[in-house]
């Protein structure tokens, strides 16, 4: 699966529009100029926006986060009410949205779907506050215009920055009549979690995968994007996929394991060498039949020219049958 485009209304001070996606994207700019936004856009609907897996303006030196003069923390209803710094906000009250549209890779058999995040946020006191968000999986490829009540006809000529955002309450019947799809084909998610969990399963081909392995994949995803060199592909990773782990018991099986390993070869080389004494043994034994037929043979060939007019052989006891 690819990203095929980003969907953005109501997010930061970017423009609400579709932001189609190529295989490989470059994002470039002066400070300020929404980079970092686009980036925090995207991996908010990667990672729900999990505490302990992402945080947004990653790119931001955070020293200077907290320092004054220096950029604001984000947060998802900061985004939403397009917070331009202090307590100076774009918007006081706000329905915002983004999404990623997915779609096949070349060769891959499957379905292409969009993840949607979704907040309604006000601002408070000079802060931005809200509901919880919430997360949509629709099997279809959802645009912006899918998520703008439709104009009435006193206001047709309005553009799509200006008209309302569907409330999150409105999203799933209207995508369901917009799209055509049955009600299998959407899902609401309010747990991060069980978002991720689907998300993830989705892209994996899958129903859902565990939590742990999700919480992996955002992980891993976010230090892909990351805005700053993340090393090799060894230390992504180790620092980011696997788990830390104790192996002290797997070490203790692995010294049992190699200790009886250590015990068979001995018992192998004792059997060698009891199996090459052994074809000595049969050796010699052939060796000693060997001559005793000769001499069987000769001791007859001596009786018979001793006794020429004998009309049979004497019985002689041989030793062939020894053994």
């Not at 980036?39 to 729900?48: E, G, S």
């Not at 302990?52 to 020293?63: L, Y």
């Not at 999150?168 to 799209?179: A, F, H, I, M």
């Amino acid at each position: 699966m690819r990203i095929a485009k980003l969907i953005t209304l109501n997010w930061g001070t970017i423009d609400a529009r579709d932001w189609p996606l190529a295989d490989a994207t470059l994002l470039t700019g002066e400070s300020g100029s929404g980079k970092s936004t686009l980036l925090d856009a995207m991996q908010a609907v990667l990672t729900a926006a999990r505490q302990g897996v992402f945080h947004f303006n990653a790119g931001q030196n955070e020293s200077t986060q907290s320092r004054r003069g220096g950029k604001e923390p984000r947060t998802l209803h900061a985004y939403a009410l397009g917070q331009c710094g202090g307590d100076v906000f774009l918007r006081t009250r706000c329905t915002s949205y983004v999404g990623l549209v997915f779609e096949p890779s070349t060769g891959e058999n499957t379905e292409g779907f969009t993840a949607l995040l979704g907040i309604e946020a006000h601002a408070e006191n000079g802060r931005a506050d809200g509901g919880r968000p919430q997360f949509f999986l629709i099997r279809a490829a959802v645009s912006i215009e899918h998520l703008v009540a439709t104009p009435s006809v006193t206001s047709a000529a309005s553009t799509t920055a200006t008209r309302r955002p569907l409330t999150l309450k409105e999203l799933l019947p209207q995508l369901q009549v917009r799209l055509g799809l049955n009600p299998d084909q959407l899902s609401r998610h309010e747990g991060k979690d069980s978002y991720l969990q689907h998300l993830y399963g989705q892209l994996l081909g899958k129903k859902f995968v565990p939590e742990g392995d999700a919480t992996r994949c955002a992980r891993a995803i976010v230090k892909a994007m990351a805005y700053r060199e993340i090393g090799n592909v060894n230390d992504l990773v180790r620092d980011e996929i696997l788990d830390e782990k104790d192996f002290s018991q797997e070490v203790g099986k692995l010294r049992q394991l190699m200790q009886e390993i250590a015990r068979l070869k001995a018992d192998a080389e004792r059997l060698k060498l009891n199996i090459d004494r052994l074809q000595l043994v049969n050796d010699a034994a052939t060796d000693v039949i060997d001559l005793l037929r000769k001499h069987v043979v000769a001791l007859n060939a001596q009786a018979f020219s001793l006794a020429p007019g004998l009309k049979s052989w004497p019985v002689v006891a041989s030793p062939m049958h020894v053994g």
